[in-house]
């Protein structure tokens, strides 16, 4: 039994695409931080009313916090112990 060509046609331009996304996933992660490096200093020199040091603050702020809570237990001695 012959596959049709269209088939054939479809099953390659979804594995060309789908190889493209993953690498374009893999290049961003691999150059997260200079892409972010790079949008902030865009943004400095686009904007001279923005204060360096305030926008510094803030990129290093946006970081995920950690729970103080874990199974409904706060404290660190206290979470310590229940694992």
Not at 41 to 62: G, P
């Amino acid at each position: 039994m012959a596959i049709p060509t269209v088939v054939l046609l479809l099953t390659e331009t979804m594995r060309r695409t789908r190889a493209a996304y993953h690498y374009a996933i893999r290049r961003v992660k691999k150059n997260e931080t200079e892409i972010v490096r790079e949008h902030f200093a865009d943004m400095i020199l686009q904007n001279k009313s923005r204060d360096f040091w305030s926008e510094v603050q803030r990129m290093k702020s946006s970081k995920t916090a950690v729970s103080a809570t874990v199974d409904g237990v706060s404290g660190c001695n206290e979470i310590a112990d229940v694992c």
